[in-house]
């Protein structure tokens, strides 16, 4: 008896940590973003529903190109929570990936989210490592209609290979909120800086290499 209710435990705990792990579902047909509120929540307080009109729920502009003239020839247009405040408790959010030729969305994660991304103009080359101890890198290059997922909290990274022509690429994320750390620029470009000593021994290269890398952030 006792181990069939330590199973149960077990089962019941696996389960209700899979739900803390995503966004909370909402208790509402809606809760409108309100960003003028000063009450601190975990997510953003609800504006009123009587205050809410049709415009909370659009955003305009998707079909833009981004600007890729950039260091790593790729630009990001966001439709979050921040962007569209009819997203606020229903979990999803989207982006639009720009590309240059040759040009690169360096790897990063999302923390509180898993994406999946599908290619509307152009091939790219995508993939993800996963976490320790094994790092196994799942790569494949995509042609128009190909879609890949990218596992939450996972390093991961897409990469236009044509360097004669642009690429674009829609993905959708599980949160409201996902939030990104591009591994590069939180590594070498903290504020204040991580100690030079400290990465040249994390990454097995000499000070000098490091400092050099610090100073293009």
Known sequence: MASQ???LGLLLFATFSRILATDPSQ???????DPNSDVLVNGVVCKDPKLVKADD???RGLNMMGNTYNDVGSNVTQV???QLAGLNTLGISMVRIDFAPYGLNAPHTHPRATEILTVIKGSLLVGFVTSNPNNTLFTKVLEVGDVFVFPQGL???QANVNGH???VAIAGLSSQNPGVITIANAVFGSNPDIDANILAKAFQVDVDVVTKIQAKF
């Open 80 to 82: 979050t929570v921040a």
């Open 57 to 59: 729920f659009f955003f």
């Open 5 to 7: 209710l330590l199973l």
């Open 27 to 33: 208790l509402q047909d809606f809760c409108v973003a």
């Open 155 to 157: 390093i991961h990274f």
């Open 165 to 167: 022509d642009n690429a």
